[in-house]
């Protein structure tokens, strides 16, 4: 039995990592990432990794081409969060690369403007193989008892919410 449950969760994980090599990898992808406040808690995305880990980012993703940053930001978060924005500030930029992924990503400040919020989906990913678990607003210290491996790169670079809200700048992640 045990071996049955691990080989079908060997071949999800296989089928997983297959599409998200296939729609992420080996190009360079720009992403728009929005940092939405609900008083001093940040609206963070639980995605499941291939490895089943967890991984906890604000929502946000990909910039396709002919489409704004504004509109590619309103459509991720409303997939992600049902909520509607209004874009604020540009913040800070980002760079991943861990091959086959590489990614640049441009971080804003946002408001939440209308919706309500819920546990959205990634429509570019098939619907056995959703990586977003849960969506929440989350305060520093639950944030800071996540171990680093399951959680954005971004982190690191701050050591409470007020830190977070004043980077400025480019970051290597």
């Known amino acids: 039995m045990t071996w049955t449950i691990n080989l079908e969760l060997s071949m999800q994980v296989t089928s997983m990592n297959s599409e998200i090599t296939s729609l992420y990898g080996n190009r360079l992808r720009i992403r728009v990432c929005g940092l939405c ?10 995605h499941r990794l291939p490895d089943r880990r967890n991984f906890w980012a604000p929502p946000g993703g990909g910039l396709e081409f002919g489409q704004s940053m504004d ?11 049902g909520l509607k924005v209004d874009i604020r500030d540009f913040r800070f930029a980002a760079e991943f690369i861990q091959l086959p992924l590489h ?6 400040e946002v408001s939440a403007i209308g919706g309500i919020l819920k546990t959205g989906i990634d429509p570019e990913m098939a ?8 969506t929440e607003f989350m305060t520093w210290d639950r944030l800071k008892a996540i171990p680093d491996t399951e959680k ?4 690191k670079n701050c050591q409470n919410m007020t830190d977070l809200k004043s980077m400025a700048g480019f970051y290597r992640i």
């Open 127 to 134: 619907p056995e193989n959703q990586i977003i678990m849960k």
């Open 103 to 108: 990614a640049v990503e441009l971080f804003f």
């Open 152 to 155: 954005h790169g971004i982190f």
């Open 71 to 81: 509109q590619a930001l309103k459509q991720e978060f409303l997939e992600e969060t």
């Open 37 to 46: 406040w609900g008083g001093d808690q940040l609206l963070l995305i639980n």
